[in-house]
């Protein structure tokens, strides 16, 4: 955890990215130290309603929570650490499987696709928006908290 500030609500900083990262994956919930509940699978435009419902209730304390894009999940993967490849202690019960990034890909003709990482040994694929994967969620750290701003609208970011 050396590399990561803990907010203690759910929510930590790296300080190699300057990211702020939700400990919890979509569906579980920050509770006594620890994520509680399981972890929600949502096709891509599910998880990004989700980034802008948690955006536009204030869950996460701040209002420019996303997608991660692909760069940003890999920074988050710990290559030392096996099944899964993520520190445990700073996201506790990070789920089996693929978690969705922002980052898209054109499939052949018009369909679009985005790129899923897994933190087991599947490694990167490129998913079809309606297959069913998890959500962690990241904002820049320099974002401006909904208390000071009230709610933004759910397209904006700071």
């Not at 998880?47 to 204030?58: K, L, S």
């Not at 988050?76 to 922002?102: H, K, L, M, Q």
């Not at 369909?111 to 899923?116: H, Q, V």
């Not at 490129?126 to 962690?136: D, F």
Request: proline share 3%; glycine share 10%.
């Amino acid at each position: 955890m050396a590399d990561f500030e803990d907010h203690g609500d759910g929510t930590l900083t790296d300080h190699r990215t300057g990211l702020t990262w939700s400990r919890c994956s979509s569906g579980q919930v920050w509770q006594g130290g620890a994520c509680t509940g399981l972890a929600a699978e949502l096709d891509w435009e599910s998880a990004e309603t989700y980034a802008r419902a948690v955006n536009q209730q204030g869950d996460l304390f701040y209002a420019d929570w996303r997608l991660p894009n692909l760069r940003e999940l890999a920074s988050i993967s710990e290559v030392n650490c096996r099944d899964p490849r993520i520190n445990v202690e700073a996201f506790p019960a990070t789920a089996d499987g693929f978690y969705w990034t922002a980052s898209r890909k054109l499939l052949e003709g018009p369909e679009l696709a985005a790129f899923a990482l897994s933190f087991g040994d599947e490694g990167l694929r490129v998913g079809r928006q309606a297959e069913r994967h998890h959500v962690r969620l990241v904002r820049r750290s320099d974002g401006v908290p909904v208390a000071r701003t009230g709610l933004l609208d759910a397209g904006k970011t700071q």
